[in-house]
């Protein structure tokens, strides 16, 4: 039992139904790496996920009974459709008509009527089942420990039953695509349990020979996609049985479960993908397979390190939900901090991979076949703040799959753009699957053509930190330049001879017309003046840089020069819609005008003083009504304060982020309860924006430390321009940094506050440091070069 700032933490038993389970009392061994609890998952938000960027699994760790609910990235309901709206063009200039006349309400009905996709739904995405492990003899288990080892991905659950320990390990193996859960006691003979496996919908589920077990089907009642789910029991003494549906393991010394799952997405033959999986991993040990896997996670994984001081030890030896709870009850932990940020690392790398699917509303773990959302790609803010972190926190392997995804949106895009735009280039609108779906959606809201155009700054964001110019001239810059040309087409002229967007939306907040009438549709809302701001800035440097397209540069331009212009409005926020309207909800989750200031870059803080002042305004005004009320909103707002270089505010907005929206296991949590991994990931960014910047065309280390943060260090993050940048600090300033130059580049530093440059040694040698104005010095730097800093 320990006793701190009050709050009595107990260390005692748990008991559940059956059976009786005796909580560890063994030493935590924790670090900021690990979860661990000291009891099972009760519910799937308490489960920890392992995940390959394909497969995925979240592991209850029963003692009776095991439930692993599994996931395969590509199964969704549904397939490809053309839901494109051929009536929708011919009401388009009604429609802006209206919209230019004022008549929002009208528009808004008229838009309801006749813009939308047909149909204006996306099918969801779809668990792929549950592997149970029964193990009915067991009633009762002592010094049980649950956890997951972010460094390696192996989730492991412990316990003893009378004399015999158990340990089970679950991983989910990039490099040989299968699921791996292993069951070993210390005594011979003790491994016994019954395996099954089960999804809504009844597919069949069979045994098949004597130690393997396939569950397979097909979506939609038998019309949609072909899955399957295959197991193979590899036992190291006692014997298998197989019975019609199910195998049972009797008197083992150890058990290796292999399955692999895959689906008929990209054409193949799921059932022989899953053989030749099962066949290769099973002629290897367990402990290869495992080694293999953890070494890969441990690549990834390992290029960060964050270290954030004090933190309590007696805090950080308990399990993670009683240190939440610790947060909660208005106890600091900076150490849970630094878990959150890795676990946003973890849970990226563990549902996007290179070569597959982006990461959904939920990564890829999702156990319902209906779930919130569809589970599905949504484009006005979700899927673009699930790789918010991807660069910065050295993770860019990760961002591929949105690369892959954004550019297969291309063709279907098209034919959107052409068929309810007559526009050229390509379109996607707020909703979008694994079947190309680029049609407006869901409500009028979903008439916003801005989704693709927004989703290709990440793109740029890829070529900003790597500076892999074959990247941006094959990938990016085409997918680039196909968004600008609808746009392009798409922009209009209003009466005063400004190109703005129309019909236009500021997602997803509803204004108040001049007659006090709620309305959704209007002309240029202020984040798609910054979208196209951004798309056609970045396409103008992008081919600069590539020397290409001058003829194309001059039409953007001269487009840049004409779009309306950002404005500031009656409260001295930043307008959120061309005409300075009341919103319908003041204090919405959405701040999709600050877009320019996060994640865009048109606003900065020291580049444009007096539109941030109004950035701030609108911030101020969205949180004093109650903003900031989902996870990834809460995230978002972190990552404003963080751009204010407000440390302490941002910190405040972490702590929102883990006391209010966020569960046991780490996932995000969106009102009422349902996760969703962008609050993770916006969250994990955040803190990284806390520790360096580098969006304003200087690279700012440490600008936002809180004063909850007074010392710590983080190594191996990653700035714009080909850094990699590791910084210390203590007193709230910073002591040393080391910077490695993948590039050469004349390296613009803006000073931690409070500190001036002692040195800058490269390879023994000190060099040249210029002062700058404005608290800013520079320094030539070299690839391949080290560059240590000492301050003063
Ligand atoms: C957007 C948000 C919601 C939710 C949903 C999945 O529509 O406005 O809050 O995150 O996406």
């Given at each position: 039992?320990?006793?701190?700032?009050?709050?009595?933490?107990?260390?005692?038993?748990?008991?559940?139904?059956?059976?009786?389970?005796?909580?560890?009392?063994?030493?935590?061994d924790s670090d900021d790496m690990t979860l661990w609890?000291?009891?099972?998952?009760?519910?799937?938000?308490?489960?920890l996920p392992v995940g390959n960027g394909?497969l995925g699994a979240?592991v209850?760790g029963?003692?009776?009974?095991?439930?692993?609910?599994?996931?395969?990235?590509?199964?969704?309901?549904?397939?490809?459709?053309?839901?494109?709206?051929?009536?929708?063009?011919?009401?388009?200039?009604?429609?802006?008509?209206?919209?230019?006349?004022?008549?929002?309400?009208?528009?808004?009905?008229?838009?309801?009527?006749?813009?939308?996709?047909?149909?204006?739904?996306?099918?969801?995405?779809?668990?792929?089942?549950?592997?149970?492990?029964?193990?009915?003899?067991?009633?009762?288990?002592?010094?049980?420990r649950r956890e997951l080892d972010l460094a390696t991905g192996i989730c492991r659950v412990r316990?003893?039953?009378?004399?015999?320990?158990?340990t089970r390990e679950v991983f989910a193996s990039a490099p040989d695509?299968v699921i791996v859960i292993r069951?070993a006691?210390?005594?011979?003979?003790?491994?016994?349990?019954?395996?099954?496996?089960?999804?809504?919908?009844?597919?069949?589920?069979?045994?098949?020979?004597?130690?393997?077990?396939?569950?397979?089907?097909?979506?939609?009642?038998?019309?949609?996609?072909?899955?399957?789910?295959?197991?193979?029991?590899?036992?190291?003494?006692?014997?298998?049985?197989?019975?019609?549906?199910?195998?049972?393991?009797?008197?083992?010394?150890?058990?290796?479960?292999?399955?692999?799952?895959?689906?008929?997405?990209?054409?193949?033959?799921?059932?022989?993908?899953?053989?030749?999986?099962?066949?290769?991993?099973?002629?290897e040990?367990y402990d290869a397979l495992r080694e293999r896997s953890a070494a890969d996670v441990r690549g990834h994984m390992g290029r960060v390190k964050?270290?954030?001081?004090?933190?309590?030890?007696?805090?950080?030896?308990?399990?993670t939900?009683?240190?939440?709870?610790?947060?909660?009850?208005?106890?600091?932990?900076?150490?849970?901090?630094?878990l959150?940020?890795q676990m946003?690392r973890y849970l990226l790398l563990s549902?996007?991979r290179?070569?597959?699917?982006?990461?959904?509303?939920?990564?890829?773990?999702?156990?319902?076949?209906?779930?919130?959302?569809?589970?599905?790609?949504?484009?006005?803010?979700?899927?673009?703040?699930?790789?918010?972190?991807?660069?910065?926190?050295?993770l860019?392997?990760?961002?591929?799959?949105?690369?892959?995804?954004?550019?297969?949106?291309?063709?279907?895009?098209?034919?959107?753009?052409?068929?309810?735009?007559?526009?050229?280039?390509?379109?996607?609108?707020?909703?979008?699957?694994?079947?190309?779906?680029?049609?407006?959606?869901?409500?009028?809201?979903?008439?916003?053509?801005?989704?693709?155009?927004?989703?290709?700054?990440?793109?740029?964001?890829?070529?900003?930190?790597?500076?892999?110019?074959?990247?941006?001239?094959?990938?990016?810059?085409?997918?680039?330049?196909?968004?600008?040309?609808?746009?392009?087409?798409?922009?209009?002229?209003?009466?005063?001879?400004?190109?703005?967007?129309?019909?236009?939306?500021?997602?997803?907040?509803?204004?108040?017309?001049?007659?006090?009438?709620?309305?959704?549709?209007?002309?240029?809302?202020?984040?798609?003046?910054?979208?196209?701001?951004?798309?056609?800035?970045?396409?103008?440097?992008?081919?600069?840089?590539?020397?290409?397209?001058?003829?194309?540069?001059?039409?953007?331009?001269?487009?840049?020069?004409?779009?309306?212009?950002?404005?500031?409005?009656?409260?001295?926020?930043?307008?959120?819609?061309?005409?300075?309207?009341?919103?319908?909800?003041?204090?919405?989750?959405?701040?999709?005008?600050?877009?320019?200031?996060?994640?865009?870059?048109?606003?900065?803080?020291?580049?444009?003083?007096?539109?941030?002042?109004?950035?701030?305004?609108?911030?101020?005004?969205?949180?004093?009504?109650?903003?900031?009320?989902?996870?990834?909103?809460?995230?978002?707002?972190?990552?404003?304060?963080?751009?204010?270089?407000?440390?302490?505010?941002?910190?405040?907005?972490?702590?929102?982020?883990?006391?209010?929206?966020?569960?046991?296991?780490?996932?995000?949590?969106?009102?009422?309860?349902?996760?969703?991994?962008?609050?993770?990931?916006?969250?994990?960014?955040?803190?990284?924006?806390?520790?360096?910047?580098?969006?304003?065309?200087?690279?700012?280390?440490?600008?936002?430390?809180?004063?909850?943060?007074?010392?710590?260090?983080?190594?191996?993050?990653?700035?714009?321009?080909?850094?990699?940048?590791?910084?210390?600090?203590?007193?709230?300033?910073?002591?040393?940094?080391?910077?490695?130059?993948?590039?050469?580049?004349?390296?613009?530093?803006?000073?931690?506050?409070?500190?001036?440059?002692?040195?800058?040694?490269?390879?023994?040698?000190?060099?040249?440091?210029?002062?700058?104005?404005?608290?800013?010095?520079?320094?030539?730097?070299?690839?391949?070069?080290?560059?240590?800093?000492?301050?003063?």
């Amino acid at each position: 039992m320990l006793n701190m700032h009050g709050l009595v933490l107990c260390a005692c038993a748990i008991t559940t139904m059956t059976p009786l389970i005796v909580a560890s009392d063994l030493p935590a061994d924790s670090d900021d790496m690990t979860l661990w609890y000291r009891q099972p998952a009760e519910k799937w938000l308490h489960a920890l996920p392992v995940g390959n960027g394909r497969l995925g699994a979240m592991v209850f760790g029963g003692i009776d009974r095991e439930r692993i609910q599994l996931n395969e990235n590509s199964l969704w309901s549904g397939g490809p459709i053309d839901p494109n709206n051929p009536e929708a063009l011919k009401h388009l200039p009604e429609l802006r008509r209206m919209l230019f006349e004022g008549r929002y309400v009208e528009a808004d009905e008229f838009a309801k009527a006749h813009s939308l996709g047909t149909p204006a739904r996306v099918k969801p995405y779809q668990t792929l089942g549950d592997l149970f492990l029964e193990m009915s003899a067991v009633k009762e288990a002592a010094e049980y420990r649950r956890e997951l080892d972010l460094a390696t991905g192996i989730c492991r659950v412990r316990y003893r039953v009378g004399d015999a320990r158990y340990t089970r390990e679950v991983f989910a193996s990039a490099p040989d695509q299968v699921i791996v859960i292993r069951m070993a006691c210390d005594k011979p003979g003790r491994v016994s349990t019954t395996v099954r496996m089960t999804r809504p919908g009844r597919p069949v589920c069979e045994s098949v020979g004597d130690s393997t077990l396939v569950m397979k089907g097909r979506c939609d009642g038998g019309e949609g996609m072909a899955f399957q789910a295959r197991l193979r029991v590899l036992n190291e003494g006692g014997k298998v049985e197989a019975s019609k549906d199910s195998l049972t393991i009797a008197g083992a010394d150890r058990v290796t479960l292999l399955l692999a799952a895959a689906t008929s997405y990209r054409g193949g033959d799921s059932e022989a993908d899953c053989v030749k999986r099962l066949a290769s991993a099973s002629r290897e040990s367990y402990d290869a397979l495992r080694e293999r896997s953890a070494a890969d996670v441990r690549g990834h994984m390992g290029r960060v390190k964050l270290v954030l001081a004090p933190a309590d030890d007696a805090v950080k030896a308990l399990p993670t939900d009683e240190r939440l709870e610790f947060v909660r009850k208005g106890g600091d932990d900076s150490g849970l901090i630094a878990l959150y940020f890795q676990m946003g690392r973890y849970l990226l790398l563990s549902s996007s991979r290179p070569g597959g699917l982006p990461a959904n509303l939920q990564g890829l773990w999702c156990e319902e076949m209906h779930p919130p959302w569809n589970c599905d790609y949504h484009l006005n803010i979700n899927l673009q703040m699930n790789y918010w972190p991807a660069e910065v926190t050295n993770l860019a392997e990760c961002a591929q799959p949105l690369v892959d995804y954004l550019d297969s949106l291309r063709e279907p895009g098209r034919k959107t753009a052409r068929v309810h735009y007559g526009c050229r280039g390509f379109t996607a609108h707020h909703l979008s699957d694994v079947w190309g779906f680029t049609v407006p959606a869901d409500g009028v809201w979903g008439l916003w053509p801005m989704g693709a155009a927004w989703l290709c700054q990440n793109l740029l964001e890829h070529y900003a930190f790597g500076g892999d110019r074959v990247f941006l001239e094959k990938r990016a810059y085409p997918i680039m330049k196909e968004a600008a040309e609808f746009l392009l087409d798409f922009l209009v002229e209003d009466p005063q001879g400004r190109l703005v967007t129309n019909p236009s939306h500021s997602p997803e907040n509803w204004f108040l017309t001049p007659e006090g009438k709620k309305a959704c549709l209007c002309v240029g809302a202020t984040m798609d003046l910054e979208i196209v701001h951004d798309l056609f800035t970045n396409c103008i440097a992008a081919g600069e840089a590539l020397d290409v397209d001058a003829e194309f540069r001059a039409k953007l331009a001269a487009a840049l020069k004409k779009l309306a212009p950002l404005q500031v409005g009656r409260h001295g926020q930043l307008q959120e819609w061309l005409v300075d309207f009341e919103e319908n909800e003041v204090g919405h989750r959405h701040m999709s005008h600050l877009y320019a200031f996060h994640p865009g870059n048109q606003i900065t803080l020291r580049g444009t003083p007096d539109l941030a002042k109004a950035v701030r305004a609108s911030l101020e005004r969205r949180l004093e009504h109650g903003g900031g009320g989902t996870g990834w909103s809460r995230a978002w707002v972190a990552l404003f304060w963080a751009r204010f270089e407000e440390g302490d505010l941002a910190a405040d907005s972490l702590k929102v982020l883990l006391t209010q929206s966020t569960e046991a296991n780490l996932f995000d949590l969106h009102p009422p309860h349902i996760f969703q991994i962008d609050g993770n990931l916006g969250g994990t960014a955040a803190i990284a924006e806390m520790l360096l910047q580098s969006h304003a065309g200087e690279v700012s280390l440490l600008p936002a430390i809180p004063k909850s943060w007074p010392a710590g260090s983080v190594t191996g993050l990653r700035a714009r321009t080909g850094l990699q940048v590791d910084v210390a600090w203590k007193d709230g300033q910073a002591t040393s940094a080391t910077l490695k130059a993948d590039q050469d580049r004349t390296c613009k530093l803006r000073v931690p506050r409070g500190r001036s440059i002692k040195s800058i040694v490269s390879e023994g040698r000190p060099i040249e440091v210029h002062s700058i104005e404005d608290g800013c010095a520079s320094f030539d730097a070299r690839a391949g070069r080290r560059y240590e800093l000492a301050f003063q």
